[in-house]
């Protein structure tokens, strides 16, 4: 049984930022298509308020980030760590569902609590992502292996947690610092782009942390779930 070591917070940067500069290309694409995209959907809602469908379309195109795009672009950076002899795994988007699905309202309840418990959830289950997409695991099985990975780490992980919300929360102190000002009120547009441009920044910052993470917790050729014995 392979028992996940210790991460500090020096380390889990250093491979993150390596992994960054490696996928620069990929990852600037993704973020310019998210703030992109979804400031046209608030461009379009601004001069057709009375459209129908645009909410609907804005939940599914965040569907489709949160579900398609994470899946490729962890795959991607997990790509040199699969044997070239092997199949790659079958790519199991039901599974990333569930797994956002319980994960999600589990982290979403404790921040509505007490913010703590989870900020702390998100830590323990950082790699639940790259662990489904490497071992081909279920939703609830990922959750388990990455719980599994951060016990020694949970403290690092919830930091880790808290540096991917950074571009959001700098967008919302920018948005109360410009409160009311003329220059916003005249430009509205400019709050939309800014705000996605930070949700770009926060969904793709937590996608390269999760995936470093898990690269520091779990060897190469740790393809068992082993974890569980």
């Known amino acids: 049984m392979h028992e996940a070591p210790a991460v500090n917070l020096a380390a889990l940067i250093d491979e993150a930022r390596t992994l960054a500069l490696r996928n620069a290309t990929l990852l600037s694409l993704v973020v310019a298509a998210i703030a992109g995209s979804f400031t046209g959907i608030d461009w379009y809602i601004a001069v057709n308020p009375d459209a129908n469908g645009v909410l609907l379309l804005n939940s599914l195109f965040g569907l489709v980030?949160?579900?398609?795009?994470?899946?490729?672009?962890?795959?991607?950076?997990?790509?040199?760590?699969?044997?070239?002899?092997?199949?790659?795994?079958?790519?199991?988007?039901?599974?990333?569902?569930?797994?956002?699905?319980?994960?999600?309202?589990?982290?979403?309840?404790?921040?509505?609590?007490?913010?703590?418990?989870?900020?702390?959830?998100?830590?323990?289950?950082?790699?639940?992502?790259?662990?489904?997409?490497?071992?081909?695991?279920?939703?609830?099985?990922?959750?388990?292996?990455?719980?599994?990975?951060s016990a020694h780490s949970d403290f690092v992980f919830a930091i880790a947690y808290l540096i991917s919300l950074s571009p959001l929360l700098a967008a919302v102190a920018l948005g109360f610092a410009m409160e009311g000002d003329v220059f916003l009120d005249s430009f509205t547009m400019l709050a939309s782009v800014i705000f996605n441009l930070a949700n770009g920044l926060f969904s793709v910052l937590g996608w390269v942390l999760a995936v470093a993470a898990f690269r520091l917790c779990v060897p190469v050729r740790d393809q068992t779930m082993d974890v569980f014995a």
């Open 65 to 149: 980030i949160s579900l398609f795009v994470q899946y490729r672009v962890t795959e991607q950076m997990l790509a040199d760590r699969w044997p070239s002899d092997r199949a790659r795994p079958t790519r199991s988007y039901g599974a990333l569902f569930g797994l956002s699905l319980l994960s999600g309202l589990a982290i979403a309840a404790g921040l509505i609590v007490l913010v703590v418990p989870g900020i702390y959830l998100a830590g323990r289950w950082l790699t639940a992502v790259p662990r489904l997409v490497e071992n081909e695991l279920s939703g609830s099985d990922a959750l388990r292996a990455a719980w599994a990975d």
